[in-house]
């Protein structure tokens, strides 16, 4: 944002109020000079009442009885003053209600303590806003106003510009002793109150960087602020308010810089960011002194330095590129050796640059001793700067060539370890593990594994290694020998010459099995036990139980009559006692 200490709104109802055009401005109020609050700093600044500093002016507009102020300014040489672009000149598109052009032939710089405590006003003459000025961003927010007649030295006596011959750049603003500068002006003292401006404070501060005017040929406007997201435009220099910083009304103000025990007005202030409690930007003076030494008559003439001479030309103790006139010229700018960009103009880009050459990350590569020897985190022919080295050549790893020079081809290359192609296929574990769309024995690679061997299904070995011989083997399913016999249809099924019972096949088949003509069983489930069985009846044991059946018969038929004879006479007689008593009975009757 740009710092003012009211808005030209406020202007505008000032002004409509005086000139009696409007009844009332609602929230707007104009303080008398005795109400001017005091409590606080320019932001935790002191209040600054310095005769050294009575050419810290207010830029206020003189509207009836009442000056509001506008900006800070400096007066820099009796008839000349210094402020910001900004608090005299409107931005292109800018909103009526913002506008400050029009309130110029009501401007005046004032000398003294407070906006309404005016010791000595002054009317202007010219208004010379920097004619590049025309972003919304510090770039070029300087300005120059020339005074009607000149101030008395009685009044206030000049801060002169800081030239660059005296001026400082980034580097010395990241030493241990830290650069400080002081801020002054007429702003808000408390962001939040907007009736709290009006009064000159100041703050000491720390520089924090400097960004110096750029290289116009990279086309960039502003820099990184210690290398955060953060930016400042080129020609300005920034600082965090601690404890103090610049406010709205601080705009144009000086930002006053001690050399030699002389003050000089090193910056104007231009911006700030947040609620006045981020960071402040500045307009560095050194970088626009061509300009301000044209419009200003008086100055002292500034030598400036060769900066390619080896001679300190000013004066300053600085040579060259050491000064700070010269050190945003690009022959002064240091090479970033990494960054592939020719950052100082030279037309040598990083390593090649001979600032460079002392940089670690610039040093060559030993590509063969396994070790990061410039530090760039990379080894041997992981290095770019290995690249062109036969050995650190890539492997084609599908073209049967030694491509870099090792000994090992395609595969068999380390480089090619991690080639998907190159990856072993596991040949037993149903996956396609190098993706080639082949699965376990199918994959070439596979060929020579016992796994993706063939079963010979008749030679009594395990020839694939999976536990199983001949036909138990899967692979033999299929081999004729390797079908089951059928036992009983009379062919021989297997092609081994046997058929039925008599190949081993159908030792466990029921009807195969032998006949044991002694147990009672049988055996063979032919429904013939023991000696019944054709097979049993010339066994030993058959013949001899054959043989004592025969011998039983004959006894027992030799000896049959005898008994039989005796046993009928035996029974003829006692059927007839039984009938005698019945036949003596018939007699008698």
Known sequence: MNFRATSAWFLLCSFLWTMTFLLACENVQILPPDAVQHSEAIINGQLDTKPAHNAVMTL?????SWNTGLCTATLITPQYVLTAAHCIKDLP????????????????????????????????????????????????DIAIIKLSKAVPSSVAVPIPPLPPSKSFAHDDTQQTTKLKVEVVGFGLTNYHDSNSSGVKYAVSVNVAGVCGLPDVTKNERSCSINGSYQSASWGTFYYYPTPGGACSGDSGGPVIHVKDGMEYVAGVTSAGYGECNSYNIVVR?????????????????????????????????????????????????????????DDNGDGLVDCDDPKCVDKKICQAEDCYNGIDDNGDGLVDCDDPKCADLLRCRPEDCTNGIDDNGDGLVDCDDPKCARIIFCIKEHCSNGKDDNRNGLVDCDDPQCADDIACQPEICDNALDDNGDGYVDCDDPQCLDAP?????????????????????????CAAYPACKAEICDNEKDDNADGLVDCEEPSCKETQHCQKLKD??????????????????????????????????????????
């Open 60 to 64: 206020y507009a003189e509207i009836g």
């Open 93 to 140: 598109g800018v909103d009526e209600d913002r506008r400050v052009e029009p309130y110029r032939p009501y401007m005046r710089l004032g000398v003294g303590n407070s906006v309404n405590q005016v010791r000595a006003s002054y009317q202007i003459e010219e208004f010379y806003p920097h004619p590049e000025y025309g972003h919304a961003d510090p770039t070029n």
């Open 285 to 341: 003076v050194a970088d626009y002194y061509d300009y301000i030494e044209s419009l200003v008559e008086g100055l002292p003439v500034d030598e400036k330095e060769i900066c390619d001479n080896k001679i300190d030309d000013n004066g300053d103790g600085r040579i060259d590129c050491k000064d700070p006139y010269c050190a945003w010229l690009p022959m002064c700018i240091a090479e970033n050796c990494t960054n592939g960009i």
């Open 481 to 505: 020998h390797c079908a089951p016999e059928i036992c009983d249809n009379s062919v021989d099924d297997n092609f081994d010459a046997l058929v039925d019972c008599d190949d081993p096949d």
């Open 548 to 589: 004592a059946q025969a011998c039983s018969y004959h006894s027992a038929k030799k000896g049959q009559r005898p008994g039989s004879a005796f046993l009928l006479i035996f029974a003829l007689f006692l059927l007839v006692l039984r009938a005698r008593p019945r036949l003596c009975a018939i007699r008698r009757s």
